[in-house]
């Protein structure tokens, strides 16, 4: 598609003053009355609001099992639109959160690439998310810049038509909701051996880049003893910011390139692939940094309770042999984006009570 014009930039008062400030003093900005709002960055979750997402999640997939249960949770919402404005790709995260819509009857519009919307004449993404909101109830974006949704979320709410916005990835910064899918993945994984709490977990590949382990360092502050090791080669190593937050919070936190060193240690191995959308780094991952790749001749050397998860998308760091493993987790990682969406969704709009007096 011919690009007509170049994006029209647009200046908005007090933005800076707001975007610089500590996510601490911004987090009341994206709420409203009792309840988070917009969804824009992990540090808003506390431990409360984790373990009644994850009770909500699993009554809605109870709920889903049963015909009868799918007809009620479609009828809690029909009167709802949402926009699935994702110009950054995305396989799960577009269609966990659109069936997550569809699942609790919300009907739904998307744009997939600037190229295709009135941007390409112009217009400021300000301006077009504006325009979303004239039409629907709920954005939820995906951007390659950073502070994207922020933005969005902060320009909407100083307008008489605010809609909640959710981050569904803005740039290498954070993923909020792929931290709550890992939590909850976590938590079932665990389910039988005390949650989450006392947990050791490793994080390997590209944390200086990868927004999903960002998200869920922070998420860790939430949860009693857990100790993380970050395992990373030097040029991928977790940035300073995270590390200075996990002190603060008194997490402990090793970090290594010895990664065949730490498995016998952990109690989850949560994978990444080197995210090459961001810089110019070696694209061929079957010879670039194997010692980061977890293969079958690993597995004798984990725990047997050892959870393994990745956010996906999967380049070479976890041999495909390795998914009949009952303890790969990520598959079913994926689908419990899905049901934690949703009952995001279902929180945000407030029919979170109804469905669980549906199983009361
Ligand atoms: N985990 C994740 O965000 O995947 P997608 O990029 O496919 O949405």
Redesign the pocket.
């Known amino acids: 598609m011919e690009k007509y014009a170049e994006q029209t930039q647009q200046e908005f008062e007090g933005w800076e003053e707001f975007f610089n400030k500590p996510v601490d003093e911004k987090v009341n900005a994206f709420r409203s009355g009792d309840r988070i709002y917009d969804v824009i960055y992990a540090q808003q979750f506390d431990r409360k609001f984790l373990d009644y997402l994850c009770r909500l999640a699993d009554s809605i997939r109870l709920l889903a099992k049963t015909k009868v249960g799918q007809s009620k949770l479609r009828h809690l919402l029909p009167h709802k639109r949402a926009m699935l404005y994702f110009v950054q790709?995305?396989?799960?995260?577009?269609l966990s959160f659109q069936n997550a819509c569809h699942i609790l009857g919300i009907t739904t519009s998307e744009t997939r690439g600037t190229s295709t919307s009135s941007e390409v004449k112009g217009e400021s993404p300000e301006d077009t998310i504006r325009t979303f909101a004239s039409y629907v109830d709920l954005i939820i974006s995906?951007h390659p810049e950073a502070g994207f949704a922020e933005k969005t979320a902060w320009v909407l709410n100083q307008t008489d038509h605010p809609v909640p916005v959710l981050n569904?990835?803005s740039g290498p910064d954070q993923?909020p909701t792929?931290a709550l899918l890992d939590i909850y993945t976590l938590e079932r994984e665990f389910r039988t051996i005390g949650g989450l709490d006392g947990k050791k977990i490793a994080m390997v590949g590209d944390l200086k880049r990868g927004r999903?382990v960002r998200s869920l360092s922070y998420l860790m502050k939430n949860y009693q003893d857990i100790e993380l090791v970050y395992v990373a080669p030097e040029i991928f190593k977790m940035k300073d910011d995270i590390k200075e937050f996990l002190d603060k919070h008194r997490i402990p936190f090793t970090e290594t390139e010895d990664f065949e060193s730490i498995m016998p240690d952990v109690d989850a191995i949560y994978m990444t692939r080197i995210q090459n959308e961001y810089g110019s780094d070696p694209t061929s991952e079957a010879e670039t940094f194997p010692q980061f790749h977890l293969r079958p001749h690993h597995l004798p050397k984990i725990q047997t309770h050892c959870a393994i998860l990745h956010?996906?998308?999967r380049r070479y760091e976890i041999d495909i042999r390795i998914d009949k493993y009952p303890r790969a987790a990520y598959w079913r990682q994926?689908r419990c984006?899905m049901w934690i969406r949703a009952a995001l969704i279902a929180y945000i709009f407030r029919v979170d009570d109804e469905i669980l007096d549906e199983l009361s």
């Open positions: 790709p995305s396989t799960r995260t577009f995906r569904g990835g993923h792929q999903t956010p996906l998308p994926e984006g």
